[in-house]
């Protein structure tokens, strides 16, 4: 099968050109943004493609001679949403037969309720752009399949770690910088899937018929918290997992007006008024929404020089209650994670070392 | 001033002409030292956007044009892969060359080009730019001192190109640019490392190409005893560290600074070292590349020696070749079995090409 690999440049694009390359298990065709994207495909002899993501045009010739995608592009939420309708028609025009998406998790937020499973009722009200961004680009999917055209199968995950993963380098980085926090004692559920089991899942996507149409969690096997995320990277970096900044407070997190603006631009009635919209207009729009300065929701890190500075996202996270479950991906697509977190972990932090960090 | 500014053609209006040498012709243009006459590529539309910025030049696709135009000196910033055919060709028109790094995809199509100036009795400089770093002359200039006494070790740390503007793919197709990480940033390092420590060899070299460009490149290099690592990538970005030991002090830098460096070292109060640096008017990228184009022309005029000519840069080519020759596969430790056999496999085709 020859694989189009739309954001082949990210932290699981780059994994999946490696991998699916290397093992022969597909075809693939790397697809990047802008040349200096190209970097990590080139270390292959690929036939590696320039297009944009919300350029049908480009998307239609770069898919040209595929038969699936992999759409791994993202961004802000213009981005996001708008690089949906792009993809499925040229994927359409260029006859590939199924594409499989790259949702996430947070569609149901970054602490979902108890219980949550694929079919529980999504929503637009998000304190987070980005999830609102993922919903809607969720719903889009759905729309277009209605249509006909090439079967689209949807993956959730989580937490995706791994080599290049911003889970761990962003952790490695605040953790040598003294940065590191986590909020009610890390006790939180980290949702973590290794990058190897959400390819697997891809995999799976990509070549099991009864898959057409469906959404999926994916995720590890085990259940880990964000202490025990955190403690084997501090640990390789020298770093007591004492040390690491334990909060019991954080700041109430208000959607500020600029994230409430960008919510409401990434949803379809806008994105739709605003391909007729005159450009002028909508660059002054633009300005005064990037202009705006929300004052009621500056984090610990603007009265403080250093030391750690709680997001809302990962406030959220670190008090998520509920390992999201995996069954219907292994009763329908006969997932199950091949890589152990703790072998997925050992794995990062030789990816840490590769790339320079001080592990020791 | 001399009474004529010089005509300048530039060869290759990529994001290199256009990012860093467009801005130091435009400000020895203002200063009547030289005049743009002439913007190829084979992309008329990059000529085109130069073409802005100088209006009287005459935009081509074709470097025959450029000769016909009698330039004195071409900037020739296309593809390595380019730069032997083309600087040769100028060079023979009677053209002198400022040539971008790396002066050539081999130390033999390099030595060509140094035939070619020689037999024209033209000049060809290298743009090796951070020759004209303040902060790399300190370094040059401590070391030259003696007073660190002998290097112990080093390490070098250096990543980058993640958001070059790139105008085009031609950074990644081989048949334009045959190598990765190492011909592109490596060339720059290597060549410092010679200026720095006459002498350093290459012990052994590690990249992760399979069948592409590397993104990553280790080498180990020696002077005298002293072991120098160097590591260079642009599969992910780490803040760049050269750090330089010596029997009697430590030389700290992050390798893209112009002008800072730290000195771990006590000097003594008879201290009688001299620093060219201080007397470098140079305080940013911009700068330096206004410094590298005074001394073309100076050099062009017979009023200066060129900082950086065709045999200074063929060292750190024919370390890059070196590296090149007795690579091996760099493990990605994140690969699982049956990965790391295909890499091999893959690896050593390239090697085979």
């Known amino acids: 099968m020859k694989l189009a690999i739309l954001g082949a440049n990210g932290f699981v694009g780059s994994r999946a050109v490696e991998q699916f390359h290397l093992t022969g298990a597909f075809d693939v065709r790397p697809i990047v943004r802008r040349p200096a994207a190209m970097a990590r495909a080139a270390r292959f002899n690929l036939d590696c493609r320039l297009a944009d993501a919300l350029d049908a045009p480009q998307l239609e010739e770069a898919f040209r001679g595929c038969d699936a995608l992999l759409h791994l592009a993202t961004g802000d939420p213009r981005t996001i949403t708008g690089s949906v309708r792009p993809a499925f028609e040229a994927a359409t025009r260029a006859g590939l037969r199924r594409i499989v998406y790259i949702s996430s998790a947070s569609v149901h937020g970054q602490a979902p309720e108890p219980g949550t499973v694929e079919e529980t009722p999504l929503h637009r009200r998000h304190l987070i752009a980005y999830n609102n961004a993922k919903v809607e680009a969720e719903r889009e999917w759905q729309r277009l399949q209605r249509r006909g055209g090439p079967e689209v199968v949807v993956l959730r995950p989580a937490v995706v770690f791994g080599p290049r993963s911003r889970w761990v380098a962003s952790c490695a980085d605040d953790l040598l910088a003294g940065r590191a926090y986590l909020i009610e004692g890390g006790r939180g559920v980290c949702n973590t899937i290794y990058v190897d089991n959400l390819l697997h899942a891809v995999r799976l996507a990509l070549t099991v018929p009864q898959a057409a149409g469906g959404t999926f969690f994916v995720g590890d096997r085990e259940r880990i918290t964000w202490l025990e995320f955190y403690r084997p990277i501090a640990r390789a970096l020298g770093v007591d997992p004492d040390s690491i900044a334990m909060l019991d407070r954080v700041p109430e997190f208000r959607p500020g007006v600029r994230e409430r603006l960008q919510s409401l631009k990434s949803t379809s009635a806008v994105q739709f008024a605003l391909r007729r919209t005159p450009a002028r207009l909508k660059r002054s729009v633009k300005a005064a929404i990037e202009g705006w300065r929300a004052p009621a929701a500056a984090p610990i890190a603007s009265r403080r020089a250093a030391g750690p500075a709680p997001t809302l996202e990962m406030a959220l996270l670190h008090r998520c209650a509920w390992q999201l479950p995996w069954t219907k991906a292994a009763a329908t697509l006969g997932y199950e994670p091949i890589v152990p977190t703790a072998e997925g972990m050992r794995r990062s932090i030789e990816w840490l070392r590769f790339a320079g960090y001080p592990v020791q | ?353």
Not at chain 2, 42 to 68: G, K, M, N, W, Y
Not at chain 2, 218 to 232: D, F, P, Q
Not at chain 2, 334 to 352: I, K, N, Q, T, Y
Request: with cysteine; net charge negative; glycine share 8%.
């Open chain 2, 1 to 353: 001033m001399n009474a004529r500014p010089l005509r300048v053609a530039i060869v290759g209006c990529g994001a290199a002409a256009e990012r860093l040498h467009a801005p130091a012709l435009a400000a020895l243009a203002s200063a009547g030292e030289v005049d743009v006459v002439a913007l190829c590529d084979p992309d008329a539309a990059r000529a085109a956007s130069l073409a802005a910025v100088f209006p009287r030049a005459a935009a081509c696709t074709e470097l025959e044009r450029v000769a016909a135009i009698g330039p004195d000196l071409a900037i020739v910033a296309s593809p390595a892969a380019l730069h032997a055919a083309q600087s040769s060709s100028l060079l023979d028109a009677g053209v002198h060359v400022l040539c971008e790094k790396p002066v050539a995809a081999s130390t033999a199509d390099a030595a060509r080009m140094v035939a070619a100036a020689e037999r024209a009795h033209r000049l060809l400089a290298v743009g090796l730019i951070r020759r004209f770093f303040p902060s790399a002359r300190l370094v040059h200039d401590l070391v030259a001192s003696g007073r660190f006494g002998a290097l112990e070790s080093a390490s070098i740390l250096e990543t980058g190109g993640f958001h070059w503007p790139f105008r085009s793919a031609a950074a990644f197709v081989p048949r334009l640019t045959p190598g990765g990480i190492l011909l592109d940033l490596g060339v720059h390092v290597l060549d410092l490392l010679a200026w720095w420590f006459p002498g350093v060899r290459v012990a052994a070299y590690q990249d992760d190409a399979m069948g592409g460009a590397e993104a990553t490149a280790v080498a180990t290099c020696e002077v005298g005893r002293a072991r120098v690592t160097v590591r260079l990538s642009r599969d992910w970005p780490m803040p760049g560290r050269y750090e330089l030991r010596f029997e009697h002090g430590r030389i700290v830098w992050d390798g893209v600074d112009p002008v800072s460096v730290q000195v771990d070292y006590a000097l003594p109060a008879d201290a009688d070292v001299e620093f060219s640096a201080a007397g470098v008017p140079a305080r940013s990228w911009d700068d330096c590349f206004r410094a590298q184009l005074e001394n073309v022309v100076a050099a062009v005029r017979g009023e200066s020696p060129l900082v950086v000519s065709g045999v200074d840069a063929m060292t750190s080519l024919s370390l890059v070749e070196e590296c090149y020759r007795t690579r091996s596969l760099l493990a990605s430790p994140w690969f699982g079995a049956d990965e790391m056999s295909a890499a091999r496999g893959l690896a050593s085709e390239r090697v085979a090409q």
